[in-house]
Structure formats: structure tokens, C-alpha cells
């Protein structure tokens, strides 16, 4: 019994160590958007940051998700909310914002000053920032999209940060991916979109455990 008692109090130990050094050397990821990365609509642990969460976790990365989204939101509040969260010390950023600011017709050079004041602290505090790229419907011009389109190009050029082109590829006027509203992603749309942030974002972490 005594031997039991042993074995069974190593293997407790050995357990409780595995999980806090894990925990310890999990990479953070915080997620900054709006209604369409907090999951309006649908249960929080199924909106797709979460996904990307359960996905790179199955590849064998340490995860652990900071979702610091807020429906509604615009550019504007991304730099005061990553200041906010820096106590909880983010290795990356996962920068979700525009949608909005087109939505509102905000002047794109307005929008870019504020995603770039976000980058540039991101990365003055050593924070690695992924940007997703969004679309404006075409009703709001030929001129205002093109431009609205090339501000996310243009902070991958100017400031090296990783661009996912569009965050709804694939799931962006897919009925069945959206919810009533045609707007929003659905349970089934936000599993989609955190299967492709997850895999825009898995090399990365690759290249990581290399170096």
C-alpha cells in the first residue's frame, strides 16, 4: 500500500508540473475586434478565437486566447484597449478592426492612423501583430473600397506585420455560414473562420519553435 501511495503521489506531482510549466510557456493571443471576433450571437467558447484556440492546441502549440473584442467597436478604441490588456502580457496581437469604420464611412486615413498607432505599441512592447483585412460592401464606392482594401497592404509593407488578407473568406455571403441578419457568422461561420485564422497563423508558430 505504501508503494501505491508513493507512485500515485509521483505521478500527481509529475502531473501538476507538466501542467504548470505548460501553462507557464503558453504563447498569448489577443484578439482586438468587433461584434464579428466577440461572437455576437452565439455562445462565447464558440466564437472563432476560441476555435483557433481547440485548432493550434491539437497541433501541439501551448495557446492560451485573450479575446478583448467589443460589438460595435471602431479603430479608434484599438490602442486604449491593447494598452489595457498589456498587464496581461500578449506575446501576440490578432489586430480585427475596420469593419466599422467602413460600415460608417470613416475617412480610410483616419482608420489607418489608428490601426497604426496600434501596431507601433504592439510592437514597441515586443508584442508579434497578425492584421486581418476586411471588405466594404460596393455600394460605398469603387474609390472608397480600393482604398479601404490597400490601408491593411499598406501596414504590412510599412510595418512588417502579418496580413490575413480577409478575415470572412469562405464564409462572408455564405447563407448558411451567417446568421438572419446576413451579417454576422453563425456557430458554423465562426468554426470556419477560426480553421482559417488558425492556419494563417500555424507557420508562424512553426518558424517560432525553430529559432
Known amino acids: 500500500m505504501k508503494l501505491y501511495n508513493e507512485g500515485m503521489f509521483r505521478l500527481i506531482v509529475a502531473f501538476l508540473c507538466l501542467f504548470f510549466f505548460s501553462s507557464l510557456y503558453a504563447e498569448k ?3 482586438l475586434g468587433d461584434s464579428l471576433t466577440e461572437g455576437y450571437g452565439v455562445p462565447k467558447d464558440k466564437a472563432y478565437p476560441y476555435v483557433v484556440e481547440r485548432v493550434l492546441k491539437k497541433k501541439g502549440h501551448e495557446i492560451e486566447i485573450l479575446n478583448g473584442s467589443v460589438s460595435g467597436s471602431t479603430t479608434a478604441s484599438s490602442l486604449s484597449r491593447l494598452k489595457w490588456f498589456l498587464k496581461a502580457k500578449p506575446d501576440w496581437l490578432f489586430l480585427a478592426l475596420g469593419a466599422n469604420d467602413g460600415l460608417r464611412g470613416i475617412k480610410v486615413e483616419e482608420s489607418y492612423k489608428n490601426l497604426e498607432k496600434t501596431v507601433l505599441f504592439a510592437k514597441e512592447n515586443k508584442i508579434q501583430v ?3 483585412g ?3 460592401p460596393p455600394n460605398y464606392g469603387e474609390d472608397y473600397g480600393k482604398k479601404f482594401n490597400q490601408m491593411y497592404k499598406d501596414l504590412k509593407k510599412k510595418h512588417g506585420v502579418k496580413l490575413m488578407p480577409f478575415l470572412l473568406v469562405n464564409v462572408a455571403a455564405e447563407k ?10 453563425n456557430v458554423l461561420g465562426h468554426e470556419k473562420m477560426g480553421e482559417n485564422v488558425a492556419n494563417f497563423l500555424l507557420p ?4 517560432q519553435k525553430k529559432d
Request: proline share 4%; net charge negative; glycine share 4%.
Open 176 to 185: 448558411e455560414m451567417n446568421q438572419e441578419d446576413g451579417i454576422h457568422p
Open 204 to 207: 508562424f508558430f512553426k518558424k
Open 130 to 132: 497578425a492584421v486581418a
Open 134 to 136: 476586411m471588405m466594404v
Open 29 to 31: 493571443i489577443l484578439f
